[in-house]
């Protein structure tokens, strides 16, 4: 509950329900009943529940909350380990009414574009066919619906098949913070996705290895979460996950960074291939 700008905590069943919870701007998180995988968000005066995986949902039904701004997330029963998650089904470019299917992504949004400092995280993998190149998660997205094209943000990309990751302060690429080797990955597999945002610094792990760690541009400075798939085709995403900066900071201390030299690189040569490659597409 919200009382003006007071947050009031009401016990749930068992007493064991707790609550997340925006106060302003803030995103407040704490886990709820046997696991970690639910959310509450205040948008406003208004107390939005996003349930677990192991909720039960109808199979093709949209996950609660999240407001899709291109492409098609459906629920899925994949079984295993798993469940039910969420996947987008869209493979190919569909009939559109205005620009934003152009941009070639299927994109999903939650929260608000007030949240500043804020924790993503999401368990994602390629469809087993028909698949996408990529996914991504995202924070402080600005823009969306017709204007997706030209939304800024913070936008952590991974593209298991060719095992780098790119960075961008949006949506398009056209502005790269960072690029590399993920390493190691199986590339129809898992995969762990981690973002946190927090003031001008921006930090990302894959399966728990620290990738980056970026300044930000001093506009990038709020919006939405988000998460999507970098071209059309299948993508399956799983235990989302939102919290405080704070929260996601002792996440990261946890970390450890496996930075070797042979690595760094990989990171470097792939870079300067990239950057070339950028180069030659801009020449006339």
Same mark, same amino acid.
């Given at each position: 509950?919200?009382?003006?700008?007071?947050?009031?905590?009401?016990?749930?069943?068992?007493?064991?329900?707790?609550?997340?919870?925006?106060?302003?701007?803030?995103? =407040?998180?704490?886990?709820?009943?046997?696991?970690?995988?639910? =959310?509450?968000?205040?948008?406003?005066?208004?107390?939005?529940?996003?349930?677990?995986?192991?909720?039960?949902?109808?199979?093709?039904?949209?996950?609660?909350?999240?407001?899709?701004?291109?492409?098609?997330?459906?629920?899925?029963?994949?079984?295993?380990?798993?469940?039910?998650?969420?996947?987008?089904?869209?493979?190919?470019?569909?009939?559109?009414?205005?620009?934003?299917?152009?941009?070639?992504?299927?994109?999903?949004?939650?929260?608000?574009?007030?949240?500043?400092?804020?924790?993503?995280?999401?368990?994602?993998?390629?469809?087993?066919?028909?698949?996408?190149?990529?996914?991504?998660?995202?924070?402080?997205?600005?823009?969306?619906?017709?204007?997706?094209?030209?939304?800024?943000?913070?936008?952590?990309?991974?593209?298991?098949?060719?095992?780098?990751?790119?960075?961008?302060?949006?949506?398009?690429?056209?502005?790269?913070?960072?690029?590399?080797?993920?390493?190691?990955?199986?590339?129809?597999?898992?995969?762990?996705?981690?973002? =946190?945002?927090?003031?001008?610094?921006?930090?990302?792990?894959?399966?728990?290895?620290?990738?980056?760690?970026?300044?930000?541009?001093?506009?990038?400075?709020?919006?939405?979460?988000?998460?999507?798939?970098?071209?059309?085709?299948?993508?399956?995403?799983?235990?989302?996950?939102?919290?405080?900066?704070?929260?996601?900071?002792?996440?990261?201390?946890?970390?450890?960074?496996?930075?070797?030299?042979?690595?760094?690189?990989?990171?470097?040569?792939?870079?300067?291939?990239?950057?070339?490659?950028?180069?030659?597409?801009?020449?006339?």
């Amino acid at each position: 509950m919200v009382d003006g700008s007071q947050v009031l905590h009401v016990p749930g069943t068992r007493d064991s329900r707790q609550l997340y919870m925006v106060d302003g701007s803030q995103v =407040l998180h704490v886990p709820g009943t046997r696991d970690s995988r639910q =959310l509450y968000m205040v948008d406003g005066s208004q107390v939005l529940h996003v349930p677990g995986t192991r909720d039960k949902y109808s199979e093709h039904a949209e996950a609660y909350n999240f407001a899709q701004q291109t492409g098609s997330f459906e629920v899925k029963d994949i079984g295993g380990g798993h469940g039910k998650v969420m996947r987008q089904m869209v493979k190919r470019i569909p009939v559109y009414w205005c620009g934003a299917e152009k941009l070639g992504m299927a994109t999903n949004y939650i929260g608000s574009h007030k949240w500043k400092d804020i924790y993503v995280e999401v368990d994602a993998r390629l469809g087993i066919e028909n698949t996408t190149d990529g996914y991504f998660i995202a924070a402080r997205v600005n823009s969306g619906g017709c204007w997706l094209i030209d939304s800024t943000g913070i936008f952590f990309h991974v593209y298991p098949q060719s095992q780098r990751y790119v960075v961008s302060d949006n949506i398009a690429q056209a502005d790269i913070l960072k690029l590399g080797s993920t390493g190691e990955i199986e590339a129809s597999g898992w995969n762990n996705l981690k973002l =946190l945002v927090k003031g001008k610094y921006a930090t990302g792990s894959l399966n728990d290895n620290i990738l980056f760690n970026v300044t930000l541009p001093t506009f990038k400075t709020q919006g939405f979460a988000g998460l999507g798939t970098s071209s059309w085709g299948m993508a399956d995403f799983d235990n989302f996950k939102l919290k405080e900066s704070q929260e996601g900071e002792i996440i990261f201390n946890r970390l450890k960074s496996k930075i070797r030299g042979d690595d760094i690189g990989v990171n470097r040569k792939f870079e300067e291939e990239l950057i070339k490659r950028i180069k030659i597409s801009d020449q006339p």
